[in-house]
């Protein structure tokens, strides 16, 4: 759906991005994450027309990015949006679509919970509804492509999981979506790929899962016993410390044999066990150490 070859962009002497390789496949929800100043605004700005590339190539089902927003093939709904305070849903609706000549998409508007809102004017909506707007805008020529730019930043938690199960629709429906989120929970749970954006460059790409799970020795044992207890040495698991709650804490590179050897201690001993997990390092925690690794590079 779209190919990035060797993307480069500068303003001035400042480098922003340094050859970007990158392939989006059909129906994927392709997760775009970066800490601030990464590139992430300029590389999605170049990918929707909106910027010029310095060197490289960008080609959306075979198109260049300005002829693929001519041609309806891109949706987006950007990180900042507003419209004129009077503007209501319904003459916005109105407006997208005769820019277009198509019928006027009202069943957008209900779609996405704004039929008794359609007359109502845009200062009036809640930070929700004009989110949801966006979106329904962006959808109104039915693109092939959607670009959602922090698609739920400043939403509450019941507006966002709304917005959520929106975004699980649509690609159910077939669209394919590019998605650029400082959410790490929004991204591990709607993307199918992610690509991880530092210092111009993708340093990552692959499955959430896939990019967790490529670090060995990262799996927390956390035990709880009802009294103290005086640990051995385990062959399978290494202490890693004690939280104020009084879990002690074990790392391991093989969790089934670790946790083994930890339940047969409980077990042989008699020990009155109160609590007992397993924590994996999150998608946020490898953001973090990814981003670490480029800072010491």
Same mark, same amino acid.
């Given at each position: 759906?779209?190919?990035?070859?060797?993307?480069? =962009?500068?303003?001035?002497?400042?480098?922003?991005?340094?050859?970007?390789?990158?392939?989006?496949?059909?129906?994927?929800?392709?997760?775009?994450?970066?800490?601030?100043?990464?590139?992430?605004?300029?590389?999605?700005?170049?990918?929707?027309?909106?910027?010029?590339?310095?060197?490289?190539?960008?080609?959306?089902?075979?198109?260049?990015?300005?002829?693929?927003?001519?041609?309806?093939?891109?949706?987006?709904?950007?990180?900042?949006?507003?419209?004129?305070? +009077?503007?209501?849903?319904?003459?916005?609706?109105?407006? $997208?679509?005769?820019? &277009?000549?198509?019928?006027?998409?009202?069943?957008?508007?209900?779609? $996405?919970?704004?039929?008794?809102?359609?007359?109502?004017?845009?200062?009036?909506?809640?930070?929700?509804?004009?989110? &949801?707007?966006?979106?329904?805008?962006?959808?109104?020529?039915?693109?092939?492509?959607?670009?959602?730019?922090?698609?739920?930043?400043?939403?509450?938690?019941?507006?966002? +999981?709304?917005?959520?199960?929106?975004?699980?629709?649509?690609?159910?429906?077939?669209?394919?979506?590019?998605?650029?989120?400082?959410?790490?929970?929004? %991204?591990?749970?709607?993307?199918?790929?992610?690509?991880?954006?530092?210092?111009? &460059?993708? =340093?990552?790409?692959?499955?959430?899962?896939?990019? %967790?799970?490529?670090?060995?020795?990262?799996?927390?044992?956390?035990?709880?016993?009802?009294?103290?207890?005086?640990?051995?040495? $385990?062959?399978?698991?290494?202490?890693?410390?004690?939280?104020?709650?009084?879990? %002690?804490?074990?790392?391991?590179?093989?969790?089934?044999?670790?946790?083994?050897?930890?339940?047969?201690?409980?077990?042989?001993?008699?020990?009155?066990?109160?609590?007992?997990?397993?924590?994996?390092?999150?998608?946020?925690?490898?953001?973090?150490?990814?981003?670490?690794?480029?800072?010491?590079?």
């Amino acid at each position: 759906m779209i190919k990035v070859e060797g993307l480069h =962009k500068s303003y001035g002497a400042n480098h922003v991005l340094r050859g970007i390789d990158l392939a989006l496949e059909k129906n994927e929800i392709f997760g775009l994450l970066g800490p601030n100043g990464a590139g992430k605004t300029t590389m999605l700005e170049i990918m929707e027309g909106l910027r010029t590339r310095e060197e490289g190539h960008i080609d959306i089902m075979g198109h260049t990015p300005a002829e693929a927003v001519r041609k309806g093939i891109l949706g987006v709904q950007l990180q900042s949006s507003s419209l004129p305070e +009077v503007m209501t849903p319904l003459d916005a609706m109105t407006l $997208f679509c005769r820019w &277009r000549n198509q019928e006027v998409r009202t069943d957008l508007l209900s779609r $996405f919970g704004l039929e008794k809102e359609m007359k109502k004017p845009y200062k009036h909506l809640s930070m929700g509804q004009k989110r &949801r707007l966006h979106l329904a805008l962006a959808l109104a020529h039915e693109p092939g492509i959607l670009f959602l730019d922090e698609p739920t930043a400043g939403l509450d938690v019941e507006a966002r +999981v709304a917005l959520h199960e929106d975004i699980k629709n649509m690609k159910k429906k077939g669209l394919t979506m590019v998605l650029a989120s400082h959410d790490m929970a929004e %991204v591990e749970s709607l993307c199918d790929r992610v690509g991880i954006l530092v210092s111009g &460059r993708i =340093k990552k790409i692959g499955s959430p899962r896939a990019i %967790v799970d490529e670090v060995a020795g990262e799996t927390i044992i956390r035990v709880k016993l009802a009294t103290p207890h005086e640990w051995p040495v $385990f062959t399978h698991a290494e202490r890693h410390g004690e939280s104020a709650e009084g879990h %002690v804490e074990w790392q391991t590179e093989d969790a089934l044999e670790g946790l083994l050897e930890i339940l047969g201690h409980i077990k042989k001993n008699d020990l009155a066990l109160l609590d007992i997990t397993l924590k994996k390092q999150t998608l946020e925690e490898r953001f973090i150490a990814i981003a670490k690794e480029d800072d010491a590079e």
